[in-house]
């Protein structure tokens, strides 16, 4: 089956923009975030474990980098590479670094200044994304990407979360970064208390509705070493849901997505040490091919409820 039919999946979209099969290369900085630095907040996001984004390639070590493009290249058939900036807020470097304009100037064009690499990415919040910041990306001369968290339009969720953060602001962030031509991919989070069926078609008319090129959609999940971790203990956390539950979900989602927007991610996945629940999201291949499954068996396509398209 053409997966490709049913969902405007990143891999194709990448292949159509560069005309290479394209791969990201994850890469390491020195960044914290302004919800764990005192900042905001000192209690970060209730699921936030950057453990389990691990391991990154360190831009101070040249051979750790060619091993992994060789890697990509044999294993993979990568032909061109994406430098991924995911850990934390990856606008935002840790206080103990004086100058932190120079230090994203000199980590970014490292990061783009192998012959392999034809575009930047970097995952932040919509509180850590100025002008300053973006003026720099854009002197890179490159294809920019900026992923930016949402996790939900529910107020009432962002402030379960703790995400320190409004929508407002997040909207404010789009406008901004689309005003300098780049992509925007937005990170939502399925399975969220006050999550319903009408707040799901909401998501998805928010999404069709600002300038977002791309989603990232994730389940919420128990990880070790969270505050989530500690309320699931002792019985006080939402229901995690069950992989039938998220499917449905997930399908309503896409479903009444525009056909235009780029999905990067369907669901997440953790390192097994790390992961508490849902434990269905383990098997990081089977699952894929469980949901897109779903889709056909459930005549699921993106943007097929959508009366206009």
Not at 233 to 251: C, H, V
Request: hydrophobic share 35%.
């Amino acid at each position: 089956m053409d997966y490709s039919r049913i969902i405007n999946r990143i891999g194709d979209h990448w292949e159509n923009k560069f005309g290479k099969k394209i791969f990201k290369l994850n890469f390491h900085g020195n960044f914290t975030c302004p919800n764990l630095d005192g900042t905001i907040s000192s209690n970060g996001c209730i699921y936030c474990s950057m453990k389990s984004l691990e391991p990154f390639i360190d831009l101070d070590e040249n051979n750790q980098i060619e091993d992994h493009i060789k890697y990509l290249k044999e294993r993979n058939g990568a032909e061109a590479f994406i430098a991924y900036f995911q850990d934390y807020s990856s606008t935002y470097p840790s206080g103990r670094i004086k100058d932190r304009l120079s230090y994203l100037k000199e980590l970014y064009t490292k990061a783009v200044s192998h012959p392999d690499v034809v575009g930047i990415s970097v995952s932040t919040r919509p509180d850590t994304i100025t002008s300053k910041e973006l003026d720099l990306l854009k002197s890179l001369n490159t294809d920019v990407t900026i992923e930016l968290g949402l996790q939900s339009i529910n107020e009432k969720d962002l402030k379960w979360i703790g995400r320190g953060h409004t929508v407002e602001q997040f909207t404010d962030a789009v406008e901004l970064i689309f005003s300098y031509g780049f992509d925007i991919v937005a990170h939502i989070i399925l399975g969220l208390p006050n999550e319903t069926d009408h707040g799901i078609f909401e998501l998805a008319e928010f999404i069709n509705t600002n300038k977002i090129s791309g989603l990232k959609i994730h389940q919420l999940m128990v990880l070790k070493g969270t505050r989530l971790e500690e309320l699931y203990t002792q019985n006080k956390a939402p229901d995690i849901l069950t992989d039938s539950e998220y499917f449905r979900r997930l399908g309503l989602l896409i479903s009444n997505l525009k056909k235009d927007i780029v999905i990067h991610r369907l669901y997440a996945d953790a390192p097994k040490k790390d992961l508490i629940a849902p434990l269905w999201c383990s098997n990081k291949t089977g699952l894929q091919d469980k949901i897109f499954k779903y889709f056909i068996d459930n005549g699921i396509r993106q943007g097929n409820s959508l009366k206009h398209l």
